[in-house]
């Protein structure tokens, strides 16, 4: 593939062109680094901590000429902490977070209200970043000689886009690298362009389709009623043994554990209330001390959190996992009891912590008369990562490899694992999944 640093054609006037840019002096670099720095600081990446250290890492490793070492194994080593024999295959932390990274790159660039002068960018099946310019020719660089880096053939690349809207100029660029300019100026290169535009669009709604069919399935029970759906959270009074006292003053029990509810419940619950509102529809919160099964009687229930939710635990006894408490606390799977692979020990300094486990469990439960979705992880994290994947319909592509019926099941029970990376939730995956 050739590829263009300088230089535009006669009939480039007035044409946008971004071009793939090797940063070779010591200005070029900070040039990328302000760029970078800008990614950073945006809404994008400034919440997360997993991602700035991922596209960080492989950026300034780039900039040091070692690319070579942006491998799969080396990024698990030194960005995540996996030791050196760890399962790549069990534990796709890295390419999981480089198809977030990427995802959210494409967001920023999309939602940027003025054009980067550099772009960087993380190509699909490489863990080595991209560096574009993009430049509007003037009539003084219009009759310049295409300069090419390497190659032979006269051949030009352009950016991938994410969304639709680009869609169209990302099928031009691949048929523009496949074939040579010459061939493109034939009504059959047209046609043949044509017809890859209509595939790449075809491509591109159907998989649209398929991903909020898998996320329609998932909620379409828990949103078909006319009711307000209730949320219900939990609450540090659970963990206490004795009633806070009337004579509490207002201050001390607003910085009292008797109101203390976790950031990652309400992390959980944003997200939850986000998907709602997608659907129109009406809810309420209630913190689970507040509630009674009165107000669970023949509604549609959310419940968040697990050993800090007297309700998760009562309605998931009966299902095939469950909750159990103790001092190293654990999901149990009901049909092989002998299973401690899902656990997590309490008796550890929190910041040793580096997976927990979560149930999303959706289903009529025949105690309420209603439908229910638990989100609860054993510790904070798990509960974290299982409210992204409901409401992440990529994530939910993971249940049809357990379950081939996938989401159409009436209830399903799923178990899922995050990995904690620098105090925070890393993305679910899929460790058992049940229908019934």
């Avoid at 300019?181 to 998989?207: C, D, E, N, Q, T």
Wanted: hydrophobic letters at 35%.
């Amino acid at each position: 593939m050739r590829r263009y640093h300088d230089g535009y054609g006669a009939s480039d006037d007035k044409m946008l062109r971004v071009m793939i840019w090797t940063p070779k002096t010591d200005s070029d670099r900070r040039l990328v680094q302000e760029e970078l720095g800008a990614i950073l600081a945006s809404p994008h990446f400034s919440s997360s901590k997993r991602y700035p250290a991922f596209l960080r890492y492989v950026v300034e490793k780039c900039l040091d000429g070692q690319s070579d070492q942006l491998k799969e194994r080396t990024l698990g080593i030194d960005v995540f902490g996996r030791p050196p024999d760890y399962d790549t295959n069990a534990e796709p932390v890295v390419r999981i977070t480089a198809a977030e990274v990427r995802k959210r790159i494409a967001q920023y660039y999309h939602e940027a209200a003025k054009e980067s002068e550099i772009q960087i960018g993380l190509p699909l099946g490489s863990y080595t970043p991209e560096f574009r310019t993009q430049h509007t020719p003037s009539k003084s660089t219009s009759n310049r000689r295409l300069e090419p880096v390497d190659g032979n053939a006269d051949l030009i690349e352009l950016p991938i886009h994410s969304d639709a809207a680009g869609l169209v100029e990302q099928s031009g660029s691949r048929l523009s690298r496949a074939l040579p300019k010459w061939i493109l100026r034939r009504p059959l290169a047209w046609s043949i362009g044509l017809v890859l535009v209509l595939m790449s669009l075809g491509a591109y709604f159907v998989h649209h389709a398929f991903s909020l069919n898998r996320e329609e399935q998932l909620w379409a029970p828990l949103v078909q009623t006319k009711d307000p759906v209730l949320i219900v959270i939990g609450s540090g009074k659970l963990w206490l043994t004795t009633p806070e006292s009337p004579q509490t003053s207002l201050t001390d029990h607003m910085i009292g554990p008797y109101h203390h509810v976790s950031l990652p419940d309400t992390v959980a619950v944003s997200r939850l209330t986000n998907v709602l509102q997608k659907y129109n529809r009406n809810y309420f919160i209630k913190e689970v001390s507040a509630t009674s099964l009165a107000d669970l009687h023949e509604r549609t229930v959310i419940l968040v959190g697990a050993l800090n939710n007297a309700w998760t635990m009562r309605l998931t006894d009966p299902l095939c996992f469950r909750f159990v408490p103790g001092k190293v606390a654990r999901i149990e799977d009901t049909k092989n009891p002998q299973n401690y692979a899902w656990s997590v020990d309490y008796s550890k300094p929190y910041p040793s912590l580096t997976i927990d486990y979560g149930i999303v469990a959706r289903y009529h439960d025949t105690y309420t008369n209603g439908n229910v979705l638990i989100i609860a992880g054993i510790g904070p994290y798990g509960t974290e990562a299982a409210s992204e994947f409901v409401s992440s319909p990529q994530y939910l592509g993971q249940v049809e490899h357990f379950v081939p019926a996938g989401l159409k099941e009436a209830n399903l029970e799923i178990v899922i694992k995050t990995d904690v990376i620098n105090g925070e939730a890393g993305p679910p995956h899929v460790v058992a999944a049940y229908a019934f």
